[in-house]
Structure formats: C-alpha cells, structure tokens
C-alpha cells in the first residue's frame, strides 16, 4: 500500500520561497494522480495542485495559481511543492495526497484522495 511522508516546512518570511517533498514508499508514484492540500488553523482542508499521471498539473486552485508549482520525480519516487512569493495566509499544514485508479486529476476535493501524509507546517511571517 502506498504511504507517503512530507517535509521541507517551517518558518518563511513573507515574499519567499519553500519547496516542500512527498516521498513515497510502497508502491510506485507514477501510478497515481497525486497533489497537494493545506488546512490553515480553523479553516477547511484546500485542495491546491494535482498531477496526472503525465506529470501534468491539470488542477490547480485559484488562490495558488501562479506562485505554486508542482512536480514529480520518477527516480526517486518523490514529489515537490514549490511555493514562491509566500503570504502570511498561505501559514497552514501541508499535505501530500494520492489516488490510484486513475489516469487524471479528479476535482481538489478531500473525499477524492485515498492517501493522505501527515503534513508539515509552512508558516510565513515577519
């Protein structure tokens, strides 16, 4: 079974930049459509980013579009987020996900992805 685990948080001035990994184990990430979601403290889990299985990210959240990025490596079997131009409203948990049994992205919604890592937090602040 596929198991995912994130790092790269931690404390961000406003303005910069973060690369957050997904790494997996279990089974091949290439397999499955894979993203990334935030919770921020008292709010609901956002789905920002999906990659298919091309490694085309198809699905990407408005309030990210533009500064956030994502990729995937084959050799390594890991995953990044890379976050540039970092708000204070982007400090929340960050999660990798995963769905097998599909080539493409479904909608960035939670009860979509079977995998869930136990997040990292990004915070940004002066």
């Known amino acids: 079974q596929l198991h995912v685990v994130e790092s790269g948080g931690g404390l961000v001035q406003p303005g910069g930049s973060r690369n957050l990994s997904c790494a997996a184990s279990?089974?091949?990430?290439?397999?499955?459509?894979i993203g990334w979601f935030r919770q921020a403290p008292g709010k609901e889990r956002e789905g920002l980013l999906c990659i298919n299985t091309g490694g085309a990210v198809t699905n990407s959240a408005v309030s990210v579009k533009g500064r956030f990025t994502a990729s995937r490596d084959s050799a390594k079997n890991t995953m990044y987020l890379q976050m540039n131009s970092l708000r204070p409203e982007d400090t929340a948990v960050y999660s990798c996900v995963a769905t097998g049994g599909t080539t493409s992205c479904p909608p960035l919604t939670v009860d979509e992805y079977d995998y869930w890592g136990q997040g990292t937090q990004v915070t940004v602040s002066s």
């Open positions: 279990g089974d091949i990430l290439d397999y499955y459509a």
